[in-house]
């Protein structure tokens, strides 16, 4: 599956080393990118290395990015693991290359693309198994905690369960379906009413 660093730094750096380092004037690309994410609410600074990277954005670390330089152009995937219905790709358009150049980058970013997609697919599906493993464990019957401060009753009233983590502090789990019915995530509650998401996942439509 995936498994991003936190990520960032300062974005004068950012563009003091690329400078530093470019001869393609890819400046105004990397621009084109950081104002493309800024309007979808993202003000990060990607180092674009081909690793996935990962931001806290608004206090929550979900949002992703993996992106590279092919020759004068950039190609990135960046999206929410809470929400993968906005995961988007970013293609620049690089001027003046020849035709052998155009057609050689169109095949890197291709290339790029579908292990991308091949890697999301591999990080849901194993956010899936471990969701549905955890499930298969919790208690299916008995009150939380959490539950009770609400006054609400059983975990069984309301499809939920129990786990009992390794420090020996209940947690609430919430199943999460799709819309046939299959376990894709799960929603962990702890006492205080923090709610967590496994890491990778993959949070459907309900």
Not at 108 to 132: G, V
Not at 145 to 163: A, F, H, N, T
Request: overall charge neutral.
């Amino acid at each position: 599956g995936l498994r991003p660093r936190f990520a960032g730094r300062p974005r004068q750096d950012f563009f003091c080393q690329l400078q530093k380092n470019s001869t393609h004037g890819l400046e105004g690309l990397v621009q084109e990118l950081l104002d493309e994410l800024l309007s979808k609410g993202y003000d990060v600074t990607p180092e674009l290395n081909d690793t996935y990277e990962r931001f806290d954005c608004g206090g929550k670390s979900n949002f992703w990015i993996r992106g590279r330089f092919i020759g004068s152009e950039i190609v990135a995937r960046y999206g929410d693991w809470k929400n993968p219905e906005i995961n988007s790709t970013f293609q620049s358009k690089g001027t003046g290359l020849s035709d052998e150049d155009r057609e050689k980058y169109k095949k890197q970013s291709a290339a790029f693309l579908k292990d991308c997609a091949k890697r999301e697919k591999e990080s849901h599906t194993e956010a899936k198994k471990n969701a549905q493993a955890l499930w298969a464990e919790c208690k299916p019957k008995g009150e939380h905690p959490y539950l009770i401060k609400k006054g609400l009753g059983p975990v069984e009233k309301y499809g939920l369960r129990i786990r009992i983590a390794s420090h020996g502090v209940p947690e609430l789990i919430v199943p999460m379906h799709d819309h046939e019915g299959v376990l894709w995530n799960y929603q962990r509650i702890l006492e205080d009413g923090q709610k967590l998401f496994q890491q990778g996942d993959i949070t459907p439509v309900l």
